[in-house]
């Protein structure tokens, strides 16, 4: 996948979450979550982290990633909900990614908590 398409995904799938916030709650599953509020949006990012988490784990024992990839999709998915619900795009984690190039790690930590 190139960089081109991977922002273009992203770029699709926040048109879409966009779209449904002024869906009916019934009319699909993004539209449902935001009828219940940031709340539920959350739980959902929670659970989803859980179940990243232990995919990962069976993944380093079996060998076997297909589980991790679905389970980061649904992460991802949901983190995307939740930063739609609160007007955000993904663009804004890019850049953000993107600033973080050429940092060491420990140097940009070590700048958050000044």
């Known amino acids: ?9 992203l ?16 009319s699909s599953y993004v539209a449902s979550l935001y009828h219940k509020g940031l709340n539920k949006i959350l739980e959902k990012v929670g659970e989803e982290s859980v179940e990243t988490i232990l995919a990962a784990k069976d993944a ?10 679905y389970e980061t ?5 949901h983190s995307l909900v939740m930063l ?3 007007g955000q795009h993904p663009q ?7 600033r973080r190039f050429g940092l060491s790690g420990h140097a940009e930590k070590a700048a958050r908590n000044q």
């Open 84 to 86: 739609a619900a609160l």
């Open 60 to 69: 380093a024992v079996s060998g076997n990633c297909d589980e991790l990839i």
């Open 11 to 26: 770029s699709r799938l926040a048109e879409v979450l966009e779209s449904r916030k002024g869906a009916a709650a019934d």
């Open 92 to 98: 804004s984690v890019i850049n953000e990614l993107e």
């Open 73 to 77: 999709a649904d992460l991802w998915f």
């Open 1 to 9: 996948m190139t960089e081109q398409s991977m922002n273009d995904t």
